[in-house]
């Protein structure tokens, strides 16, 4: 996988290097159509986050980033950058990287001339999404790590993940994924247990991607993660993350917390991998994160009264390891990267 040139890429630039607009992947539209948006706006940035045809933490951060940028076209004045910030803050509340991003941009602009604020703007988000990539390549050498170890001949490693943490929710590489295309790319045998992801069905998008990418997958309900541990069928479950604290409880999407509980039950190795934009060292626990609740319609439930979180925290206590650029720490020991 790695940083090659792909036909569908996340978030780039729009051609001519101009910096006047980007170009994402529409991922409400995957898997059945993959199409390209072209985001020229404030309003195009924060409504692509808000509707999740960007999603994923580091892919939120990175074109919060750029919508900044798009935002300070016309008037790049104190008023102006505090609007576009305040807007871009607005639109999902769990994912850190989010305003890891903007206070990152905010700190940039304000030490920044007036008139060279806009190409500042630019220049910032350009190297958020490049670091973003680097980044999650690194997390994918360190897990690689953790795959060799449990590599038995020519049997394949399986490997669990939920929601969608590969490339598509990253500018590139992904996270909880990355360690598996590092594999593959070792020519390592793995295969992942992709779960479905009620009731946004973002393990859709993996088996997309991991399609896209040659890597052999099975997609299963959310419901037969526990029966598939019990049946020895899972090496490792490697989840993404949208808010760690600074404990080590980790915020990622709804149903995450039952995975880490069966694979606790049945011994099987529980990771976190993400970017250390994802630690939200400011957060002391998990009970401190707040969790996005979404729209009934999501449920397609009609009438009936409905309940939408979009994520869950699993308590450190669960999570054998988090895996960052950085390498790789058990959750109470993360203070170490706080640097
Ligand atoms: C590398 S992405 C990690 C997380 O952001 C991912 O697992 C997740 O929960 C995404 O949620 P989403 O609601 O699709 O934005």
Not at 19 to 38: G, K
Not at 47 to 64: K, N, S
Not at 123 to 128: D, F, G, K, Q, V
Request: net charge negative.
């Amino acid at each position: 996988m790695g940083g090659g040139q792909k036909d569908y890429p996340t978030l780039i630039e729009d051609a001519g290097g101009r910096n006047e607009s980007v170009l994402i992947l529409d991922q409400t539209r995957l898997p059945s159509e993959a199409v390209m948006l072209r985001l020229v706006s404030l309003e195009d940035a924060a409504h692509a986050i808000r509707v999740m045809q960007v999603r994923g933490a580091p892919l939120i951060g990175a074109t919060a980033a750029y919508g900044v940028a798009l935002g300070l076209a016309d008037d790049a004045g104190d008023t102006r950058l505090n609007h576009v910030i305040d807007t871009l803050a607005a639109t999902r509340p769990t994912a850190v990287n989010l305003h890891w991003a903007l206070a990152r941009m905010r700190r940039v602009l304000q030490e920044s001339a007036l008139a060279a604020r806009r190409d500042a703007a630019w220049n910032e988000a350009r190297a958020i999404a490049t670091e973003d990539k680097a980044a999650n390549a690194a997390i994918g050498q360190h897990g690689l790590s953790l795959l060799q170890a449990r590599q038995q001949g020519s049997r394949p490693i399986n490997v669990m993940t939920h929601c969608n943490a590969g490339r598509l929710a990253t500018v590139d590489n992904g996270t909880a994924i990355s360690p598996v295309y590092a594999a593959h790319a070792a020519g390592l045998p793995v295969h992942v247990w992709v779960s479905e992801t009620r009731p946004r069905n973002q393990g859709l998008l993996t088996a997309w991607e991991l399609r896209e990418a040659g890597v052999p997958h099975t997609l299963i309900a959310d419901n037969a993660a526990g029966l598939l541990m019990m049946q020895g069928k899972v090496d490792l479950v490697i989840v993404g993350a949208d808010r760690i604290a600074a404990n080590g409880d980790t915020a990622n999407k709804v149903g995450t917390y039952l995975k880490a509980l069966a694979a606790k039950a049945h011994g099987v190795p529980f990771y976190v991998a993400a970017p250390l934009s994802t630690i939200d060292f400011a957060c002391s626990s998990g009970d401190r994160i707040p969790i996005e609740e979404r729209a009934a319609e999501e449920l397609g439930a009609g009438d009936t009264p409905v309940a939408n979180p979009a994520f869950d925290v699993t308590p450190a206590a669960l999570i054998d390891g988090i895996i960052s650029e950085r390498g790789i720490v058990r959750p109470g020991t993360l203070e170490q990267w706080n640097a």
